[in-house]
């Protein structure tokens, strides 16, 4: 998960770390430790050029990566907070309500999904 992992984007090969701020991810992603390899991986596959004029796609797919898999109260905490931290306000919104659904939902939760 280092910063020096390249993938082959196109033409282009970039670091982790250029492939993240192109996709436009809060570095609290990394901070946070919420993009392991196998999301990462998946991501960076099924890049195609073009994908950074709408990143939200690859955001919101990364929220869903971890909905998907029931992730405990804490990590729905840090998602919540990472839905107000992301660059598009509407996707947000949205990620908030699927937080909201989601079986670890607690008091916790609740307070992060308001702010």
Not at 7 to 16: D, F, N, Q
Not at 39 to 56: D, F, K, M, R, S
Not at 84 to 91: G, Q
Request: charged share 20%; aromatic share 10%; net charge negative.
């Amino acid at each position: 998960m280092a910063g020096g992992l390249t993938c082959a984007l196109g033409l282009k090969s970039m670091t982790r770390s250029e492939w993240l701020a192109l996709m436009k991810f809060p570095t609290e992603w990394s901070e946070w430790e919420l993009l392991p390899e196998e999301l990462l991986a998946a991501q960076i596959q099924g890049y195609e050029p073009g994908h950074e004029n709408a990143t939200e796609h690859d955001r919101h797919g990364a929220f869903q990566w971890w909905l998907k898999r029931e992730p405990p109260e804490a990590v729905l905490v840090q998602l919540a907070q990472l839905s107000w931290l992301d660059p598009d306000p509407s996707m947000g919104g949205y990620v908030r309500e699927c937080i909201a659904k989601a079986r670890a939902f607690s008091p916790a939760v609740a307070q992060a999904l308001r702010g």
